[in-house]
Structure formats: C-alpha cells, structure tokens
C-alpha cells in the first residue's frame, strides 16, 4: 500500500498536468493512444473496468478509486479474476460539459499489490453527472506488457503463498512428527495422550462496501450561491452492518433562475409606484419545474403608475354645470402591457371646466299654427382647447310671436301681388317674422293672403317628402303647397311648390347602437321619420343623431381570461392570462375590458424524453478474411469453389442518445451514451451463401447447404454492454432506468 501512497502523489502532478493540456480537447472524446512504433502499438490493450458501487466523482482534486477487471484484451482471464485495479478519477469542466478522467496506478489481490505506471494507463471520457455508474464499464487504454507482467507477479506471489500454506498444514497435520528433539511423549502418558487442538477457523473479514448515495437527503436551496444542491452521504456496510454519514453538498447542481410568470405586481397606488415580484425555481434532473420561494418584489424592476384619460369619459355635472375630465391609473409592466390599477375617476392633472350654455348649431322651432316660434339651445365646454358639445338641443324658454309682414320699414311691399287680369283680380302677399333680437326674421316665403282673394292653396304636385324642409333639430318636417285660380274650367299655377304652414312631427325609433368599447359608453343610432300624405318616409335612416347622449355601459362583474398565447420556462408551459371587467352595453351583449395582465396559466410539464436508437455504429475494428482453395472440400462440391471467412476478432462501438424535448421542438438538454463490443473466434465456411458443416463434410452433389452451427476453430467469446443480438429499445429502457429517466414517455427514432 506504500506504492500506491507514493504513486498518488505523482498521480495528482500528472492528472492535474494532464486535465490543463486536455481541457481543450473536445467534450467526449476518448484518450487516444500515443502515437509511436508499430510494436509500440501492439503493445497497447483496451481495458474494460467498472466500478463496484455509484461513485461521486471530485472536481478537479483526484481521489482513489477501487475498479473491477471486466476484460483485458489478449490477457488470460485467470489471470484478471479477483483483481482489483488501483486508480484515481476526476472530473474537469470544458465549455460546459463535465469531463471525467481515470488513471490506473497499481493492481491488487488478496492484500497482494502490483505498482502500474500511472502515465501509462488512463481513459477521459463525457459524463453526465458528477459520479460513476456501475452499470457503465470505463474503457482504460494502457501498456499491456507493464500489465501482464504484474498480474503474472501477482499470480507467482498466489502460489508461492498456497505452497507456504500447504507445507504448513501437512507438518502440523503429522502425527508422528515431535515438536522437540529428544521428546519423551512415550514414556509420558498424559504427554502420549496429547493431541493438538484443531486449528482456528479464523476468516479473513470482506471488506466493507462503501457507495454514495442521495437516498434520504435532500436538495439545500442556497440563493447566495444561486444553486439548488443535491445533497449524498456515504453508506458503509461492513459485518452486515450499515452506517451512513451525514447528508452533504455533492457536486450535482441546478441553478436557479428567477420567474416573473407566477407573480403578480406589487402595486402603490399612493406613491404611484408598481413592482415586479419573482420566484426562484430549478429545473430538477428528471426535467420538472421546483420553485423554492414566495413572491417577492424585485427592487430593480419598478413601473411609474400614470393617468389614462383615453379609456374614461367626461362627466357632466349639471348640477354644478362643469365638465369634469375623469382619468384611470395604469402603468406599462415587464411584458409592456398596460395593467389597469384604478378605474375612471376626477382627474388630479386636469381641473373641471364650466358647463357653457350656447344656441351654436340649434335651430329655432316654428309652430305656425300656434303662431309662435321656440329658441333652441344645449351646452359646451372646452379642454385643452377644443370646445365639445354636451346634450342635444332643445327648447331654452325663448319664445317669438309670428307677424304677418306685407311692406319692410320703407313701406315697399315685400312681395309682389298676384295680378287675375282676367278676373280683375289682384292678390297681396306676405311673409310671416318674428323679431330676434330687434331684426325681423323672416320664417317664410311670400304666401298670398287668402282672406282678400279668390286664390286657392292646394299640395297637388308638391307630396314628395324629398323635396321638403325637414329640420331634425327641432323635430319637424314642413310640408309644401302652392296656389291656383280657375279660369276656364282649368286651374291657373300662380305659384310654385313652396313650404306651407303644414307640418310634421318626428317620429324616431331605436335603430341599434354605435359601440365606444374604450370609452364604455354607446351612442343610440335612430331612425327619424314622419307620416307625410304619401305615406312613411324616413328623414334620417339608423344614424347618430346630433347630439344624441352617451349611454353608459353597466359593470357586471370580473373574471380572469386565457389569451390563447403561450410561453415556456425550460419545460413548464405558461399561458398569458388577463384580468377583464365586464361591462353589459346597451344591446345586452357583454364587453370584458382587458385591466391588467394576470399571472399566467401553468399548462404543465410540456417535454418528453426522445431516445435515438439507430444506434449507429461509432467504430470497429479486427475483420479478417481468409481464403481457401477448393481442396479439401472439393469432392464435395467440385463445381464451386469454397470461401473461408475467418472472423479472428471484432471491436465495435455504438452510440446512442436521448434528448428532452419540448412539445414546440426546442430541445432542452441531450445526454449520450457509448456501448461497446469486444469479440473473438472464427467462423466457419461458406459458399454461395449456404453453409457447411466441417466436421461431417456432409455435402450433396451440386448443391452445398447447412448442417448444423457451422462455426470453426475457437469457440467465438464477446464481452459487450450491448450484444449483436441484444434489442436495442430493451438495452435503451435498461439505460433510461439506470439514468432515472423513468416515469417519462420514450419515442424511438
């Protein structure tokens, strides 16, 4: 054990040298063997090796390791049987990928030990996580005449030792044989009588198991370090004893990462202010999402809380006749979305405006038949300097008498008389006025004054409502007439159709509504029609009528809606939620106004475990053929001649791998695995395609074919972690298990 102890410290010199010359080196690729001599070559050996239990791997800092002696190419196996290969292992970090290193340093065997020259013997190989599987050999390339010439020392020292004990055992087993010269034991009886006691049983103790484990330990959160660590401890059995240490800090690692998507915004609405709030999460090995804190602000992430005028209406008081501009408060989060935190209120930024009363864009009512005219008006106000009308026109209590006026102030008569020269006729005209504001106002046109005449008022050709006066404002249609006298039988058109005292008076009825879904009001659309002679017909058809009101929409309640937009986290999928007020507008039909962005929707874990199992062959080596004549064979078959394929030996590699992917494609990690194939022997012969048995030398004339196995020579022997018959998907599920991939859904491809 001292040369093992001296061989350490250079081993640490050389693996550290080594690791820093091979950091460079692409992941995953094996030591190659130095290049050199052909006999320099043939003197190296592959050697398969595993480890006895899991075994965590150091970072960096070397640490012994006891390997078993799977298979030595072209060394007896008596030779390798119940050896144990001394070596050291780490592990090194290039580019990301963890990089595992093995040397060999001695070979020991029943307390007997063999030193091995470390720099001769070493292997570097991918791993996925920082230990060593048993279930995975580690293939060691090395000098085999250094390793053949100590496992033969260690087989003489064997011999030496059994020789020893035998002899040993025969002595003490000789009756006759005395212990002391001259002995007496004859004369002696009790001395006669003396037998010697039976030897102690004495069993050499196996010695104890040691493996690491993670079973009963948990993952330690630390956050100043920014990992979740998987913790182990070592169990040892020894006597059938168990004893365990405590749990510690392994080298298995998993950073955490922060996540908005579950955290809602911790918002101040008196200092105006809104922030981000986060959980710490993992990714654990078998893919699933562990999140390890509460929600919690981040300090760096704050949102200025503003006014939105936009989305809110302009309330009008008319109880204290203002106009008072109303405001929301919102601000633009991470996802530069707009989160709603307060609904429409009196602005702070802008002050209320005076309600104005105005007769702009009114008209004035007539009523001819009551001879009086009505003074329409509505209110404005202005804001940030654009005057905005508030309600419709109606009548404001100014009332205007009509008069008939026949000459103006000069006395000229205003409208020429009707001349019936024939009948010796003349007929006076006037118009109707009112006084506004000391002017005369005329309100119609020249109209014959049919209390002095024979003239006669009729609405033939003057019934189409299109060519009327219809003023929407006041409510009315004016019908149309003109005025004729009979002369000869016939009538006589003084005039043409102009409008009369006759009117109409709006009808107006529901026509739908005219939506303002970022305002949460609507306008009611109206169609305006009159009953005129000719029937119905429609002044205004399914409009806005000027000045028409807001309808304000009714809340209803508030719930929280998918958006149908997805996002992922490794291989969590969220979807994007909102929160939405419901408003009913005046139809009846429901509008879920957007306020704020809600915390997504876990959907779940979204991957799967997608194993390649084509397993392409990665390398071989050793096929040799040879070829025979016809003789011996060809009394057999003396029209062919015989092929001997000599299959002398046979190396192969396979590769596979298996990678979680998400349900979008996105491949979220790949691990890889290598099986490896070593065999030896000869097959038989060949011809045609058919086989022969040998032994027999069984053949039928012109036609050669199978008898029995067919194969020659040495008895074929693989050793191999994948066989050539072996399935691959049964071999790939072994690995899954192995890896603690299970509980997954597999696809080959």
Request: hydrophobic fraction near 30%.
């Amino acid at each position: 054990m001292v040369r093992f102890t001296v061989k350490a410290l250079a081993l640490v010199v050389a693996l550290v040298g080594a690791a820093d010359a091979q950091e460079t080196t692409q992941a995953g690729t094996a030591a190659q063997p130095t290049t050199g001599t052909v006999d320099q070559l043939i003197e190296k050996v592959s050697i398969l090796t595993r480890a006895s239990v899991r075994t965590a791997v150091p970072e960096n800092e070397p640490q012994p390791i006891d390997l078993s002696l799977v298979e030595v190419t072209g060394i007896p196996k008596s030779l390798t049987q119940g050896v144990t290969a001394k070596a050291y292992t780490r592990f090194v970090s290039v580019d990301g990928q963890k990089v595992g290193q093995v040397v060999l340093t001695g070979v020991e065997k029943d307390g007997r030990a063999e030193s091995l020259n470390s720099t001769e013997f070493s292997a570097q190989f991918n791993l996925q996580t920082a230990e060593l599987d048993p279930s995975q050999p580690i293939k060691i390339e090395g000098n085999k005449n250094e390793l053949q010439a100590a496992l033969e020392k260690l087989a003489e020292q064997q011999v030496v030792e059994e020789k020893t004990e035998e002899k040993q055992s025969d002595e003490a087993g000789d009756p006759t044989r005395s212990t002391q010269p001259g002995s007496n034991s004859r004369e002696n009886v009790d001395a006669a009588a003396y037998q010697n006691p039976e030897g102690l049983n004495v069993q050499e103790a196996p010695p104890p198991v040691v493996k690491v484990t993670t079973e009963g330990c948990s993952i330690r959160v630390d956050t100043a370090q920014g990992f979740a660590i998987q913790q182990s401890r070592v169990e040892t059995t020894e006597d059938g004893t168990v004893s365990s240490s405590t749990c510690e800090d392994s080298e298995v690692r998993f950073p955490l990462t922060k996540s908005y998507s579950v955290c809602s915004d911790a918002v101040d609405i008196e200092a105006l202010k809104a922030r981000a709030q986060f959980v710490l999460y993992y990714t654990d090995a078998g893919g699933a999402r562990q999140e390890v804190t509460e929600c919690a602000p981040d300090q760096e992430l704050v949102f200025d809380i503003v006014e939105n005028r936009e989305s809110c209406t302009v309330f009008l008081d008319y109880s204290t006749l203002q106009a008072v501009t109303q405001a929301a408060l919102v601000y633009r989060n991470a996802n530069n979305a707009d989160v709603q935190v307060r609904g429409c209120q009196a602005s702070a930024e802008v002050v209320a405006v005076p309600l104005v009363p105005t007769t702009n864009g009114c008209t004035i009512r007539h009523d001819f038949g009551g001879a009086r005219s009505y003074q329409q008006g509505r209110h404005t106000y202005t804001i940030n300097g654009v005057t905005w009308q508030a309600g419709v026109c109606s009548d404001n209590g100014t009332e205007f008498a009509h008069t008939k006026v026949y000459q103006n102030e000069a006395g000229a008569k205003i409208c020429s008389p009707i001349v019936d020269q024939a009948g010796g006729n003349v007929t006076l005209q006037y118009r109707v006025a009112i006084t506004k504001d000391s002017l005369v106002e005329y309100i119609s046109e020249c109209k014959p004054d049919a209390s002095s005449t024979a003239l006669i008022a009729t609405t033939d050709g003057c019934t189409n409502p299109f060519t009327w006066n219809h003023d929407v404002s006041a409510g009315v249609s004016y019908g149309m007439e003109r005025y004729f006298y009979m002369f000869n039988g016939a009538k006589e058109y003084v005039t043409n159709c102009q409008q009369s005292e006759t009117t109409y008076a709006h009808q107006v009825e529901a026509a739908g509504w005219e939506p303002h879904d970022d305002q949460l009001f609507a306008y009611q659309k109206s169609t305006v029609f009159i009953t005129a002679p000719s029937g119905r017909y429609n002044v205004v058809t399914s409009e806005v009528l000027d000045g028409a009101p807001q309808t304000p929409y009714t809340f209803e309640s508030e719930g929280t809606v998918a958006s149908g937009e997805s996002f992922y986290e490794d291989c969590t999928r969220f979807e994007y939620a909102n929160n939405v007020e419901n408003y009913k507008r005046p139809d009846n039909s429901i509008y879920p106004k957007v306020v704020s962005a809600a915390t997504p929707i876990n959907r779940g874990h979204s991957c799967q475990n997608v194993i390649a199992a084509s397993w392409p062959k990665s390398s071989q080596s050793g096929l040799v053929y040879a070829y025979a004549s016809q003789s011996p064979w060809s009394s057999a078959c003396p029209t062919n001649v015989m092929n001997m394929d000599s299959y002398r030996y046979y190396n192969g590699g396979w590769t596979a791998s298996m990678s979680v992917v998400r349900e979008d494609g996105a491949v979220i990690s790949t691990a890889t695995k290598t099986y490896s194939s070593q065999c030896s022997g000869s097959v038989g012969i060949s011809q045609a395609g058919k086989s022969i048995n040998i032994s027999n030398h069984v053949a039928v004339p012109g036609s050669c074919w199978a008898q029995g196995a067919n194969w020659r020579g040495s008895s074929p022997s693989c050793e191999s972690t994948l066989d050539f018959e072996e399935d691959e998907s049964s071999v790939m599920s072994s690995f899954a298990q192995s890896q603690g991939w299970t509980g997954q859904s597999y696809r080959f491809e």
